[in-house]
């Protein structure tokens, strides 16, 4: 049995390909392990706010001398690293935006980078902490970006796979629905998205 963590990133609601395509590996994976627990968090409704000085400088104070007002600041933080390190498996809804990840996911990534909990430095350089995780991530876009022309504005699948590895996720899969809006490839691309999702 798995506790599964859904981060969804997309603005466009129950007409999300990411959305239907994070749903659908979730499934598959509540599928090969029964009993599985999901827990969803839509980004976009909760509003992470972007780091401020304040909240940055509280990452960096020792935590026995907070005050409550720096504990208070780092809640959210808190809260969402937490979360992250009680799951086995996460699902990842990302739809390129403008060649990138939206701002809501970019909040996230911020909030649970924290030095000493989620990464450190050792004598060969940095140490990501949240080990033994798997990273599922749903990716869907407009045009095709998996390869040919389109690929070396893919900012979205290098980014994630470079920086939740840098945090000690390293097994790291992507399914892509692409070329949704491409005539002759979108008229089955979210058929071929779903049908390309192994759970290993």
Do not use: C
Not at 21 to 30: D, N, R, S, T
Not at 154 to 168: H, I
């Amino acid at each position: 049995m798995k506790h599964i963590l859904h981060l969804k990133s997309s603005i466009q609601g129950k007409d999300s390909y990411s959305i239907k395509l994070g749903h659908a590996v979730v499934e598959k994976i509540q599928g090969k392990y029964p009993g599985s627990t999901v827990e969803e968090l839509n980004l976009v409704d909760i509003d992470i706010p972007h780091l401020n000085p304040a909240v940055l400088r509280a990452f960096f104070i020792p935590k026995d001398q907070l005050t409550d007002e720096e504990k208070e600041s780092i809640r959210l933080s808190d809260e969402l690293v937490k979360q992250l390190f009680a799951a086995d498996i996460i699902v990842v809804g990302a739809p390129l935006i403008n060649f990138t990840i939206h701002s809501a996911l970019k909040a996230w990534i911020d909030h649970i980078t924290r030095a000493g909990i989620t990464f450190g430095y050792g004598e060969n350089g940095p140490v990501g902490k949240v080990t033994g995780k798997k990273v599922y991530v749903a990716m869907s876009s407009g045009g095709v970006f998996s390869e040919g022309p389109g690929k070396a504005n893919d900012f979205v699948a290098p980014y994630l796979k470079a920086f939740l590895g840098f945090l000690g996720m390293t097994d790291f899969t992507v399914f892509r629905a692409e070329g949704l809006k491409v005539p002759g490839v979108k008229e089955h691309a979210m058929e071929k998205a779903l049908d390309s999702i192994t759970i290993d």
